[in-house]
């Protein structure tokens, strides 16, 4: 049997787990896949550790056992489905649940007891990717770029690969140019956190509250003129920044929710189709992955600002959107057991390559 590796993501949108199982000895291979909701309390529990509040260790301690716990019921249940036991994995990769994201101070924090992860699986645990690469000087993200290459790399088309979760990013794969990529502003973050807020929807389902709405465009103007837009790369970002708090400020009251919703849908597809025109001259095919690629509406607005590339969705090259990320998370597991770098420095921004991860042996 080949080595076989778990992948597990859980990203910005607070969703839930993603987890893959994988080998990686003949290139890349999704073997097995389960995705787990999370339960509401913890989502709560989660979504209130994004901003300052009272007791925050203690409050995150208890969240960071409770999703080890989480990650270990998904494990199960994707060990379960491909008929494999604990002994049959390497490792896991689990990157964890961001809770700040603060390069510019020097850290970064993605929330997991990985020591009872380990204890509870009965397997190898590697975490805390990115605080190596923040060491290095780097941004500690976007790190999937690595794998991108790895797995969607052409020698004869210039391709970016986006992932739209709750911040959006792009890996630029020029055929024989280095690699490069970084955030470009925020994915699905302010649609969901809006929509919920006004409906009580934990997401705008194929985009289409939005598309019945119309552009504001003087809130527009407003958010496209943040500073982040202007920055060049590297660079990365996260809730700490993009917020619903964030956003309002630039509404002065005569907005109905659902044109504000459409606006801050077309943020997130100008974001992305202007660091692409801005950052990858030349560009022959966009391939999306993560929640966005399922709104249609998204999706068709990335096709009218991206004339002349083909924009789908990476299924068209052999991986659904859905496991790209919990696949990448298997890919730098492997990595870390083998001492090689899983970061990419004109990526980041860091020093140099990396050897990424803290090991929680079984």
């Given at each position: 049997?080949?080595?076989?590796?778990?992948?597990?993501?859980?990203?910005?949108?607070?969703?839930?787990?993603?987890?893959?199982?994988?080998?990686?000895?003949?290139?890349?291979q999704?073997?097995?896949?389960?995705?787990?909701?999370?339960?509401?309390?913890?989502?709560?529990?989660?979504?209130?550790?994004?901003?300052?509040?009272?007791?925050?260790?203690h409050?995150?301690?208890?969240?960071?056992n409770?999703?080890?716990h989480?990650?270990?019921?998904?494990?199960?249940?994707?060990?379960?489905?491909?008929?494999?036991?604990?002994?049959?994995?390497?490792?896991?990769?689990?990157?964890?649940?961001?809770?700040?994201?603060?390069?510019?101070?020097?850290?970064?924090?993605?929330?997991?007891?990985?020591?009872?992860?380990?204890?509870?699986?009965?397997?190898?645990?590697?975490?805390d990717?990115?605080?190596?690469?923040?060491?290095?000087?780097?941004?500690?993200?976007?790190?999937?770029?690595?794998?991108?290459?790895?797995?969607?790399?052409?020698?004869?088309?210039?391709?970016?690969?986006?992932?739209i979760?709750?911040?959006?990013?792009?890996?630029?794969?020029?055929?024989?140019?280095?690699?490069?990529?970084?955030?470009?502003?925020?994915?699905?973050?302010?649609?969901?956190?809006?929509?919920?807020?006004?409906?009580?929807?934990?997401?705008?389902?194929?985009?289409?509250?939005?598309?019945?709405?119309?552009?504001?465009?003087?809130?527009?103007?407003?958010?496209?003129?943040?500073?982040?837009?202007?920055?060049?790369?590297?660079?990365?970002?996260?809730?700490?920044?993009?917020?619903?708090?964030?956003?309002?400020?630039?509404?002065?009251?005569?907005?109905?929710?659902?044109?504000?919703q459409?606006?801050?849908?077309?943020?997130?597809?100008?974001?992305?189709?202007?660091?692409?025109?801005?950052?990858?001259?030349?560009?022959?095919?966009?391939?999306?992955?993560?929640?966005?690629?399922?709104?249609?509406?998204?999706?068709?607005r990335?096709?009218?600002?991206?004339?002349?590339?083909?924009?789908?969705?990476?299924?068209?090259?052999?991986?659904?959107?859905?496991?790209?990320?919990?696949?990448?998370?298997?890919?730098?597991?492997?990595?870390?057991?083998?001492?090689?770098?899983?970061?990419?420095?004109?990526?980041?921004?860091?020093?140099?390559?990396?050897?990424?991860?803290?090991?929680?042996?079984?």
């Open positions: 049997m080949p080595r076989l590796f778990i992948g597990l993501m859980s990203g910005t949108s607070l969703d839930g787990i993603d987890a893959v199982a994988a080998a990686f000895d003949d290139g890349p999704l073997l097995h896949s389960h995705y787990q909701a999370f339960e509401p309390p913890l989502r709560e529990a989660l979504l209130a550790l994004q901003a300052p509040g009272s007791d925050e260790i409050r995150a301690a208890i969240a960071a409770q999703l080890a989480a990650y270990a019921s998904a494990v199960r249940l994707l060990l379960n489905h491909a008929s494999l036991e604990a002994r049959d994995i390497e490792a896991i990769g689990c990157h964890g649940q961001t809770i700040r994201h603060r390069p510019d101070a020097g850290y970064t924090t993605q929330l997991v007891n990985a020591a009872l992860l380990a204890e509870l699986s009965g397997i190898t645990v590697i975490n990717f990115r605080s190596r690469d923040i060491a290095a000087g780097g941004q500690g993200a976007p790190l999937v770029p690595a794998f991108h290459h790895q797995m969607f790399h052409a020698p004869a088309e210039h391709r970016v690969i986006v992932n979760g709750g911040i959006a990013n792009i890996t630029n794969l020029p055929p024989t140019s280095p690699v490069t990529g970084f955030d470009c502003g925020p994915g699905n973050t302010l649609m969901d956190a809006w929509i919920n807020a006004h409906l009580g929807h934990t997401y705008d389902e194929n985009g289409a509250w939005a598309a019945g709405g119309s552009l504001c465009s003087h809130v527009y103007k407003q958010l496209i003129k943040d500073k982040f837009f202007l920055q060049m790369p590297p660079k990365s970002t996260g809730r700490d920044h993009f917020h619903l708090d964030w956003a309002r400020r630039a509404l002065i009251g005569t907005e109905t929710p659902q044109d504000v459409a606006t801050l849908l077309e943020l997130t597809a100008q974001g992305i189709a202007q660091a692409i025109d801005k950052y990858c001259s030349g560009v022959q095919a966009v391939f999306v992955c993560g929640g966005g690629a399922h709104n249609p509406t998204l999706m068709t990335l096709t009218l600002l991206l004339p002349g590339r083909r924009v789908a969705n990476t299924a068209a090259l052999g991986v659904s959107a859905d496991w790209v990320e919990a696949l990448a998370f298997a890919w730098l597991a492997r990595q870390t057991l083998l001492r090689q770098p899983g970061n990419v420095p004109t990526v980041t921004g860091a020093k140099g390559a990396r050897v990424l991860g803290a090991i929680y042996p079984a």
